[in-house]
T-cell receptor, first 116, second 113 residues
Framework: DAGVTQSPTHLIKTRGQQVTLRCSPK?????VSWYQQALGQGPQFIFQ???????QRGNFPDRFSGHQFPNYSSELNVNALLLGDSALYLC???????????????FGQGTRLTVV | AQSVSQHNHHVILSEAASLELGCNYS??????LFWYVQYPGQHLQLLLK??????LVKGIKGFEAEFIKSKFSFNLRKPSVQWSDTAEYFC???????????FGAGTRLAVHP
């Protein structure tokens, strides 16, 4: 059973460019969340996708956008990259049952984005 | 704003020493609580979780945590650490369902043989 997979593992971009990160959730999971983990900090919630729609959003600017596909995989897009966007971007998936929110999130290994 | 505080950023222990990592959160409603571990070069893995019931929860690898509602705390403990416990430990809170996790800044644990 494959866990959460993310691609690419590492990425170097120039300030002002755009980037797309990809995530495939764990088998049987339909909810995908994205987190940003800056060096020396805990992960920060960016947004969550369920049924191909953004369900919740953290305190991130509109430069951060996402998408979820019918097969539950997801993309994170960041436009107009800033040096401060350099971080580890984590994808987490979880099963979502409408009557039970007591579920846990499973994380991928992340994509290390460096903006130069 | 909802937040999670982890009291120790770096902890250094010798093997067989006891471990307690502090975690406090700020949220007055019902919460789900988690401890995740990140071993060097690996992804975040769930150590243990609290949803309801017995406030003393046991996780993998001999870890346990106690939820004290009156203190808004969820401290992680292990009676005897091993060198393989060297990792970064994150406390996380799900304050309103749907798995929107709020993480603490993490505690980096180094265990010396």
């Amino acid at each position: 059973d494959a866990g959460v997979t993310q691609s690419p593992t590492h990425l170097i971009k120039t300030r002002g460019q755009q980037v797309t990160l990809r995530c495939s959730p764990k088998s049987g999971h339909d909810t995908v969340s994205w987190y940003q983990q800056a060096l020396g900090q805990g992960p920060q919630f960016i947004f969550q996708y369920y049924e191909e729609e953004e369900r919740q959003r953290g305190n991130f600017p509109d430069r951060f956008s996402g998408h979820q596909f019918p097969n539950y995989s997801s993309e994170l897009n960041v436009n107009a990259l800033l040096l401060g966007d350099s971080a580890l971007y984590l994808c987490a998936s979880s099963p979502m049952r409408s009557t039970d929110y007591n579920t846990e999130a499973f994380f991928g290994q992340g994509t290390r984005l460096t903006v130069v | 704003a909802q937040s999670v505080s982890q009291h120790n950023h770096h902890v250094i222990l010798s093997e067989a020493a006891s471990l307690e990592l502090g975690c406090n959160y700020s949220y007055g409603g019902t919460v789900n609580l988690f401890w995740y571990v990140q071993y060097p070069g690996q992804h975040l893995q769930l150590l243990l979780k609290y949803f309801s019931g017995d406030p003393l929860v046991k996780g993998i690898k001999g870890f346990e945590a106690e939820f004290i509602k009156s203190k808004f705390s969820f401290n992680l403990r292990k009676p005897s650490v091993q060198w393989s416990d060297t990792a970064e430990y994150f406390c996380a809170v799900n304050p309103g369902g749907y798995n929107k996790l709020i993480f603490g800044a993490g505690t980096r644990l180094a265990v010396h043989p």
